[in-house]
């Protein structure tokens, strides 16, 4: 009766339910992610930041040190709070002796695994979010199947754990961000340039092997993860970030929260069609932004091969991509004229995502950024050509110089919100490995 | 220093704070819309229905019992409750009479606004969602200027609730849906094929005309809200509505809240580019999906005029359609030729918005929901062929037949929503207007 009600004009629906335990558990993720910003800060410090009552930062706090997440420490002269959001500190008599806290940074492990084409980088961070181990290695990717590469990753993040003697037990939550599509539903790879092959599931693989909650992601989310809790006030509401490396990636805010779509699979702005019937790209779709914009598109036009050529064959170096830069820069005005024309399809590409999205701001970031100056100029003249001036006139553009740990830190930063949104205590981490741990783990 | 922390690893910043009073304000919403929803209805089906406490149900009802905005009725055969989501209700003892909650409907009246190309619709709609008044008006929309189509809109609001007889201190939410561009921050239509003139500024206006707190916004989200309101299931998290009428508008709905975009300006479909360099928009701009979509793209096509032609020269009239319409049923290859390659245009356009948004579910309504079956075939192949399967087989495609009160449900929908959030008593909204009415409403 969906349609007849609308109609009616009467008896809208039902807002969420909220109730005191969900708020319960949001303040107290407010004050752990916090204290893992501003550590070691003291309670005053940490009411003002978060607006919280003194008496919700004393009753908050209390529990948090009990359970073993949170430590008290005396300092004799207390330092300043590094950042006050404008406020000074309190004031506090010099050298009287003041108690500031921080978290406990071995209560738990977070595991970040980064998934690209020939490339896999595994990261450990502590409770506090410091990147404690670090390993890449470098299978061939393409050779792996649906069935062998779960292996492969559950073998690659047992070996590291156990080099790195991490012990399983401390891990808390693994991320996994992945080049490509994936689908949170089903906790899989659904198609991506490292892979042959399509729907490789590594979630449940994941959490049936080490008993420990496991995400995936896209990577370009993540970068959009990382620039979000880096700094929310700036990176926050509606915004994007633009990832042109291999391909072109973005990561949506809306809300203040990353946007994924009802799959997951939101965001895919390499794979939106610029020109029907345009250039093959790796999708196997004809005249997507990717198959313009990506190092193989501007490779495959100026090698002159075909627009049909499959982007497989069209892979330059790094080498091959500095020499045709440095020769737009010279002054070669076909090869310049290619990364314009590339920089023309990227602005179309940003002009239909503002008209669809309407973000506050657009970040530029990726390897790609490197021949931004070759593009930008192209890029504003295409979204202004797309574009009506209304829509665009408050949008703030941005380029980030590009740090490939971007996606990492996201991966990080959206495992410890995710810890930190459940209430556990440190034992309970130990508790619940005991529990789901498989056998060979636990003699 | 964000990009610093953000490369860093660490210190991730902050989620938003919660607090009780915030949960207090949204329970009690929730019992509010679903009283609307449902009335007459016992508190234990009221707890059912929103999964909170018997006692935070009674302590609610009590409170908005007391503050006047509910009244509980008894009943000496309760009567089965209207919809039970699946669950039986209470069993009661035949016979034994049984207290019902209603809104009191006289409480609050909420006005809805529609402005669009020569037509004003104005509805008064009471506390419980029920249209109580209704006028249309046909004033040459493209002469008014920024000056006095404001003053227009505040004499015609003035007619209307005094010829309705509607008390204008008993008038708590105006909500105004324009076609065209609207910006939120400021309150204005931006522009619109209504106006010749750019940033017709309203809320501001009405705002101080009528001492009432007004809300504007675009027509299309309003049929979002609409259907969100009116079943919440089937209309929530990501879901889109493709609006296809005298332009293509979209309404997005983003984790079960209507998506407006950093300005409000967001989900501008119809102005998204198509094709580079394509036929002239209304808006100015050339190639946008509306240019290829649109009754004018249509018509200009149809009769054989050039793709610059302004789109003010090309105005089919309704029967004109209609009979564009019957030739292509009839088998007129031509015509039937100018809808297909429209069909794929929007499938295009659609596939697009798949790209970045992933909606679990795309409506299409609007006038041309008539056309459909002429544009629906090459839609769905547009689509196909703009984007690879892997990012579309899980969408729920749907079309309802357009009933133009929808746009007027959803701002009914949209104010009452607002007024629920704020915490009143039925004599606040009689001193709010005390407060604030200009002089001559005093008298």
Same mark, same amino acid.
């Given at each position: 009766?969906?349609?007849?009600?609308?109609?009616?004009?009467?008896?809208?629906?039902?807002? @969420?339910?909220?109730?005191?335990?969900?708020?319960?558990?949001?303040?107290?993720?407010?004050?752990?992610?916090?204290?893992?910003?501003?550590?070691?800060?003291?309670?005053?410090?940490?009411?003002?930041?978060?607006?919280?009552?003194?008496?919700?930062?004393?009753?908050?706090?209390?529990?948090?040190?009990?359970?073993?997440?949170?430590?008290?420490?005396?300092?004799?002269?207390?330092?300043?709070?590094?950042?006050?959001?404008?406020?000074?500190?309190?004031?506090?008599?010099?050298?009287?002796?003041?108690?500031?806290?921080?978290?406990?940074? @071995?209560?738990?492990?977070?595991?970040?695994?980064?998934?690209?084409?020939?490339?896999?980088?595994?990261?450990?961070?502590?409770?506090?979010?410091?990147?404690?181990?670090?390993?890449?290695?470098?299978?061939?990717?393409?050779?792996?199947?649906?069935?062998?590469?779960?292996?492969?990753?559950?073998?690659?993040? *047992?070996?590291?754990l156990a080099a790195e003697k991490v012990p399983l037990r401390r891990v808390a939550?693994?991320?996994?961000?992945?080049?490509?599509?994936?689908?949170?539903?089903?906790?899989?790879?659904?198609?991506?340039?490292?892979?042959?092959?399509?729907?490789?599931?590594?979630?449940?693989?994941?959490?049936?092997?080490?008993?420990?909650?496991?995400?995936?992601?896209?990577?370009?989310?993540?970068?959009?993860?990382?620039?979000?809790?880096?700094?929310?006030?700036?990176?926050?509401?509606?915004?994007?970030?633009?990832?042109?490396?291999?391909?072109?990636?973005?990561?949506?805010?809306?809300?203040?929260?990353?946007?994924?779509?009802?799959?997951?699979?939101?965001?895919?702005?390499?794979?939106?069609? *610029?020109?029907p019937g345009g250039p093959l790209c790796r999708c196997g779709r004809r005249g997507?932004?990717?198959?313009?914009?990506?190092?193989?598109?501007?490779?495959?036009?100026?090698?002159?091969?075909?627009?049909?050529?499959?982007?497989?064959?069209?892979?330059?170096?790094?080498?091959?991509?500095?020499?045709?830069?440095?020769?737009?820069?010279?002054?070669?005005?076909?090869?310049?004229?290619?990364?314009?024309?590339?920089?023309?399809?990227?602005?179309?590409?940003?002009?239909?995502?503002?008209?669809?999205?309407?973000?506050?701001?657009?970040?530029?970031?990726?390897?790609?950024?490197?021949?931004?100056?070759?593009?930008?100029?192209?890029?504003?003249?295409?979204?202004?050509?797309?574009?009506?001036?209304?829509?665009?006139?408050?949008?703030?553009?941005?380029?980030?110089?590009?740090?490939?740990?971007?996606?990492?830190?996201?991966?990080?930063?959206?495992?410890?919100?995710?810890?930190?949104? @459940?209430?556990?205590?440190?034992?309970?981490?130990?508790?619940?490995?005991?529990? @789901?741990?498989?056998?060979?783990?636990?003699?």
């Amino acid at each position: 009766m969906t349609e007849r009600n609308a109609r009616r004009g009467g008896r809208p629906g039902a807002p @969420e339910r909220a109730d005191t335990d969900q708020v319960r558990r949001q303040n107290r993720s407010l004050v752990l992610s916090t204290v893992r910003r501003r550590a070691p800060i003291a309670r005053v410090d940490l009411g003002t930041a978060t607006r919280l009552s003194p008496a919700t930062i004393t009753a908050i706090t209390a529990d948090l040190i009990s359970e073993g997440l949170i430590s008290a420490v005396t300092v004799e002269h207390a330092p300043r709070a590094p950042e006050a959001d404008g406020e000074p500190p309190a004031p506090s008599v010099r050298g009287r002796p003041r108690i500031l806290l921080q978290l406990n940074a @071995e209560v738990a492990y977070v595991l970040a695994v980064k998934v690209a084409f020939n490339k896999i980088v595994l990261v450990v961070a502590d409770y506090e979010g410091t990147v404690i181990a670090r390993r890449e290695e470098s299978p061939p990717t393409l050779r792996e199947t649906r069935a062998s590469f779960p292996r492969l990753l559950v073998a690659l993040i *047992h070996d590291f754990l156990a080099a790195e003697k991490v012990p399983l037990r401390r891990v808390a939550e693994i991320g996994i961000a992945a080049q490509g599509f994936v689908d949170q539903n089903t906790g899989s790879v659904v198609w991506s340039p490292a892979f042959s092959e399509r729907d490789i599931e590594l979630v449940r693989p994941v959490r049936r092997a080490f008993g420990i909650p496991c995400f995936i992601t896209n990577d370009a989310n993540m970068i959009a993860q990382a620039l979000h809790w880096a700094d929310p006030v700036v990176y926050g509401g509606t915004f994007a970030v633009i990832f042109v490396d291999y391909g072109v990636g973005l990561g949506l805010f809306v809300g203040d929260k990353l946007h994924a779509g009802a799959d997951g699979s939101a965001a895919e702005i390499g794979h939106m069609n *610029h020109i029907p019937g345009g250039p093959l790209c790796r999708c196997g779709r004809r005249g997507c932004l990717e198959a313009f914009v990506a190092d193989y598109a501007i490779w495959r036009e100026a090698s002159a091969m075909s627009p049909d050529t499959d982007p497989a064959d069209a892979r330059p170096s790094a080498a091959d991509l500095l020499a045709l830069e440095a020769a737009a820069k010279a002054g070669d005005a076909r090869i310049a004229g290619i990364y314009h024309d590339a920089g023309r399809a990227l602005g179309y590409g940003i002009a239909r995502l503002m008209a669809l999205v309407n973000p506050g701001r657009i970040v530029f970031t990726g390897a790609s950024t490197r021949a931004f100056p070759l593009i930008e100029a192209a890029m504003h003249e295409g979204i202004a050509d797309a574009l009506v001036e209304d829509l665009r006139r408050n949008t703030i553009f941005q380029t980030l110089p590009w740090d490939q740990d971007m996606i990492i830190t996201g991966l990080i930063a959206d495992a410890l919100a995710r810890l930190d949104s @459940e209430v556990f205590a440190a034992t309970d981490i130990t508790r619940r490995t005991e529990i @789901e741990l498989p056998r060979e783990e636990r003699a």
